[in-house]
């Protein structure tokens, strides 16, 4: 079985990052605003090991 997944390299991130738009400069009011990286590397954990919401790791 493989090494479990952890986190996008920098080079693995850089194949994604174009695709995603410019993060705000300012936020007035609401939720602050994950990085695009944080939630790409929440999602593919996900997928690969199968976990649920629920279960992911915090942090």
């Known amino acids: 079985m493989g090494e ?4 996008l390299s920098n080079l693995e991130w850089s194949l994604f990052e174009d695709i995603f738009p410019k993060p705000p400069e300012k936020r007035e009011r609401g939720t602050p605003h994950s990085s695009f990286r944080y939630v790409l590397n ?3 954990y996900m997928l690969i090991t199968g976990c649920r919401w629920c279960d ?3 942090g």
């Open 56 to 58: 992911l790791p915090k």
């Open 4 to 7: 479990p997944f952890e986190k």
């Open 42 to 44: 929440t999602l593919l």
